[in-house]
C-alpha cells in the first residue's frame, strides 16, 4: 500500500476524470429555482453513485417537507448525500468530516456566456487570458470540479489497495443548497448529530490558492453577525419647514449614533467587543508579512490612492482582513430618495450593520453587545426597532494539529512547494455551523483561481488546477494513512 501506487492510478485515469467531471456538469443543478428540482436529485443521484464506485456506504437523505420537493419557497428541500467508510482497524488517525455541495448559482445573464453554461467546453486559454486548458460550464470550479478532485482521490485508494479511502476513515457531505442559504443544513447536522459529531476535522475543497504554481491552505475565516437597526421618531413624516429644528430628524440622529461605533484609532467602540478576540501571534504576523502582500496595488485595482489604506491602528490591511474583528454599516436609508425634491422629516431611518468576527467571538453575544449599545445611545424622543439577522461563528483550525500538518505534507507532495498557511476575511457559514453544533474545526484545502469567474457567466476550472487538486487529496490520504 503507497501512495505512489495511487498516483500512479491518478494518472492512469486522468482522462477519464475530466470526462466524469464533464458528465456531472451537464447536469443543471441551480437550487434556488424550483424548476431544477428533478435536476438537483439527478446530481445528488450521480455523486452517490460515485461514491458507491469508491466503496463507501451512502445515503441519500431528503431534506425539507417531503410534501414540496425541491420547492425551497414551499419549505421543500433538495437531498444531501451522506457517505461512509469506517477506516482498517489498525487506522489511528483523525476521522475527517468530507463537505461539499452539488448545487450552482443561475446562470442569468445567458447572453455573457461564450457556451451553454450546462455544455461544458475544453479549451486553452485565449489571447489576454492566463494560465492554460480549461473546462468552461457553470458549477466548474464552485463546487463540482472541486468535489470531484476528492472522489477521484478515493477512487484512486480504491484502485490501489481494495478498500475505501485506503482504509481512512472518512464522513462525506455533500449538500444541494449551500447557494441558496443551506436552509436545511443546520436541521439535517443536528438530527445526524451522534454520527457526524464523531469527525475529528472537517476538510472543504471550496476556496481558492494563491495564484498558479503558488497553493494555499486557509486555516481560518471569519464570522458574520448581521443586523438591521430602525430608529423611530415622529408617527409621520413632517414638513421640514414647519417641523425642522423641532424635533429630531430620525436620519441625522442615526447617522450621529453609527458615527460612533468606531474612535479615533478606528477600533470599534461598543464595550466588551474585542473581549473574546484572539490575538495575532508573532509566527502568524510574520508568516503572513512573508507573503508580501501589496497593499497599494491592491487599492489601485479598485481605484483608490495609497492614502486609502485605513483601519484600525496598529495592524497591516492583511492583519485586519484576516485576523482582526470589523463593524460596517452595509446600507442605510429613510425618508425621500426619489427625483426632484420633497422637503421631509421623515418618521424612521434603517441601517443594515454587519461585524466580521474572528475566533473565539461569539455573534449571538456580539449582537446583542451592538443591540445594548444602541440603546445606550438612544437620541432624545426616539425609539429603536433591532432585528437580527443571525450570521455565524468564525473558525481557527491550529496551524499545528496533526491534521492541518498532514495537509500541508500533501500539497507539498503533490506540487513540489510548501503551501502558504492563509486566512479569508470573509466568511463560509458551514464551517461555523460545524463548529457550534459539532466542535469541530475546518481545513480548506482549495484549488480555484481568483480568476475562475465564480457566480459569474463563463465559470471555469483550469485543468492544472483540477490535477493539482486531484493530486494532493490523494496524497492527503497517504499522510493519513502513514505511508
Not at 503507497?2 to 458528465?23: C, F
Not at 414647519?242 to 470599534?268: F, M, Y
Not at 457550534?436 to 475562475?452: S, V
Request: hydrophobic share 35%.
Amino acid at each position: 500500500m503507497s501512495t505512489a501506487q495511487a498516483l500512479s492510478n491518478l494518472a492512469a485515469a486522468k482522462d477519464q476524470s475530466i470526462q466524469r467531471l464533464v458528465e456531472w456538469l451537464k447536469i443543471p443543478s441551480i437550487s434556488t429555482d424550483p424548476s431544477y428540482g428533478g435536476h438537483c436529485r439527478r446530481a445528488a443521484e450521480w455523486a452517490a453513485e460515485q461514491l458507491k464506485e469508491c466503496g463507501l456506504r451512502v445515503e441519500i437523505c431528503p431534506t425539507g417537507d417531503p410534501a414540496a420537493p425541491g420547492d425551497l419557497s414551499k419549505g421543500g428541500g433538495h437531498p444531501i448525500v451522506l457517505a461512509h467508510c469506517d477506516g482498517d482497524p489498525s487506522y489511528k488517525g483523525p476521522h475527517v468530516l468530507f463537505y461539499g455541495h452539488y448545487d450552482v448559482q443561475p446562470c442569468d445573464p445567458m447572453e455573457l456566456w461564450e457556451s451553454p453554461p450546462f455544455e461544458p467546453v475544453i479549451r486553452e486559454a485565449r489571447k489576454g487570458e492566463e494560465g492554460g486548458t480549461r473546462i468552461v460550464a457553470r458549477g466548474a470550479v464552485d463546487d463540482k470540479g472541486q468535489v470531484m478532485t476528492f472522489i477521484e482521490a478515493l477512487r484512486a485508494w480504491k484502485a490501489a489497495t481494495g478498500k475505501p479511502a485506503g482504509g481512512v476513515k472518512f464522513t462525506v457531505l455533500l449538500e444541494g443548497e449551500e447557494e441558496t442559504g443551506s436552509v436545511n443544513l443546520e436541521k439535517f447536522v443536528l438530527s445526524r448529530k451522534k454520527e457526524l459529531g464523531g469527525a475529528d476535522v472537517c476538510l472543504i475543497s471550496d476556496t481558492g490558492m494563491l495564484g498558479r504554481g503558488k497553493p494555499a491552505i486557509t486555516y481560518g475565516v471569519r464570522g458574520l453577525a448581521y443586523t438591521e437597526v430602525t430608529l423611530h421618531a415622529s408617527n409621520q413624516d413632517l414638513h421640514s419647514g414647519l417641523w425642522g429644528g423641532r424635533c429630531p430628524n430620525p436620519i441625522t440622529e442615526l447617522s450621529r449614533v453609527l458615527a460612533q461605533l468606531h474612535d479615533k484609532k478606528r477600533r470599534v467602540t461598543i464595550p466588551g467587543f474585542y473581549d473574546d478576540v484572539v490575538p495575532l501571534t508573532k509566527q502568524e504576523r510574520a508568516n503572513w508579512k512573508a507573503l508580501k502582500f501589496n497593499a497599494k496595488a491592491a487599492l489601485k485595482k479598485i481605484g483608490l490612492p495609497a492614502a486609502a489604506d485605513i483601519g484600525e491602528a496598529g495592524f497591516t490591511a492583511m492583519e485586519r482582513e484576516w485576523g482582526r474583528p470589523t463593524a460596517e454599516i452595509n446600507g442605510i436609508w429613510g425618508g425621500y430618495t426619489g427625483k426632484g425634491a420633497k422637503t421631509v422629516i421623515p418618521s424612521h431611518a434603517s441601517a443594515k450593520v454587519s461585524f466580521r468576527l474572528v475566533a473565539n467571538q461569539d455573534p449571538r453575544k456580539i449582537t446583542k453587545k451592538f443591540f445594548a449599545w444602541c440603546k445606550a445611545h438612544t437620541p432624545p424622543g426616539c425609539r429603536w426597532e433591532l432585528t437580527d439577522h443571525h450570521g455565524g461563528f468564525g473558525v481557527t483550525t491550529p496551524i499545528e494539529s496533526d491534521a492541518m500538518q498532514a495537509a500541508t505534507r500533501a500539497i507539498k507532495k503533490a506540487t513540489g512547494k510548501v503551501p502558504a498557511l492563509i486566512k479569508s476575511g470573509g466568511s463560509i457559514p458551514v464551517a461555523g455551523m460545524l463548529k457550534d453544533k459539532l466542535g469541530i474545526d475546518t481545513i480548506f484545502m482549495g484549488f480555484g483561481l481568483d480568476d475562475d469567474r465564480v457566480h459569474s457567466p463563463n465559470e471555469k476550472f483550469e485543468l492544472d488546477c483540477f490535477e493539482i487538486g486531484k493530486k494532493s487529496h490523494t496524497a492527503l490520504i497517504g499522510e493519513l494513512l502513514g505511508v
